[in-house]
């Protein structure tokens, strides 16, 4: 087996470029921390900013969800508003105006063929 001879000049060469590496290390942190925004030492001094922000944004989620609540009750409003005024009649024109059957119409709204067949043959007169 052969020794592994180290000598002074490649154990100094090592060490340089070790040192090279620290330096170079060195001011690449001195650059990130000097850039504008990266200031570590500043954000850690600032919590009474966070919790000014952290609270606004509280309250903005409250305010979020009055709105919310408010539009879903309008929305029910709107619903039950519309379910009174929609009759079965109402359903037959709708569906006589696309283009269904009288036996169609009639299952589909709850009324009679006699009806329906009415219903169908007033409003695809009125759609030609």
């Avoid at 006589?96 to 036996?103: E, F, K, N, Y």
Wanted: aromatic share 4%; proline share 3%; net charge positive.
């Amino acid at each position: 087996m052969e020794a592994v001879v180290i000598t002074w000049r490649e154990l100094l060469i090592v060490v340089v470029a070790v040192l090279g590496l620290y330096v170079a290390e060195l001011v690449l942190l001195v650059r990130w921390i000097g850039a504008p925004g990266n200031k570590p030492w500043k954000r850690a001094l600032q919590p009474n900013a966070e919790a000014q922000r952290l609270s606004r944004l509280n309250a903005e989620i409250v305010d979020l969800r009055e709105q919310v609540s408010r539009l879903e009750s309008d929305l029910e409003k709107l619903r039950s508003a519309s379910a009174a005024n929609v009759s079965p009649y109402n359903q037959a024109i709708h569906m006589a105006r696309q283009g269904l059957t009288a036996s169609e119409v009639a299952i589909a709204c709850g009324i009679s063929r006699g009806e329906a067949e009415l219903i169908v043959a007033l409003y695809r007169k009125l759609r030609i």
